[in-house]
């Protein structure tokens, strides 16, 4: 075989191993990325505060509740800043994630003031109805 042909063949050899080695490190990047992203997904599934109550040995008050969810939360946020990226597929997955994790903080934002909401009507409550009951014993109204 002339010198030329078989450095041509030697070109196509290396070649196709490069080809190879970049599909391989394609593939392993492409299994890191989804088992990551999966990751992220289910610890912000545990961040819920039904999750949390349930995992917790002592038990903690509803705002204690929220707050630690909300602190997971934003240490999966953080996780999910540093994933690297390939394409824009990537991008956009993490976009979701971020949003998902920006939603729960939001519900939980929600919740928080709904007690708020809750413990001030139960004060005024409390209030009317011992400012009623004497009027009530008394008789003086209806």
Known sequence: MPPAQQASMGAERSSTAEVTALIERRREFEENFTRTVRDLRKELEQSNIKSLSASNQIPLSVRALIQLSNERI?????????????????IET?????????????????????????????????????????????????
């Open 74 to 90: 934003e240490k999966a946020m953080e996780e999910v800043a540093q994933v690297p990226v390939e394409e824009r597929l990537h």
């Open 94 to 142: 993490l976009r979701l994630l971020m949003e998902n994790a920006k939603l729960r903080k939001n519900l939980n934002g929600l919740l928080l003031s709904s007690l708020s909401l809750s413990s001030t009507l139960l004060v005024v409550f409390r209030a009317v109805y011992a400012a009623y009951l004497p009027l009530r014993v008394a008789g003086s109204i209806w």
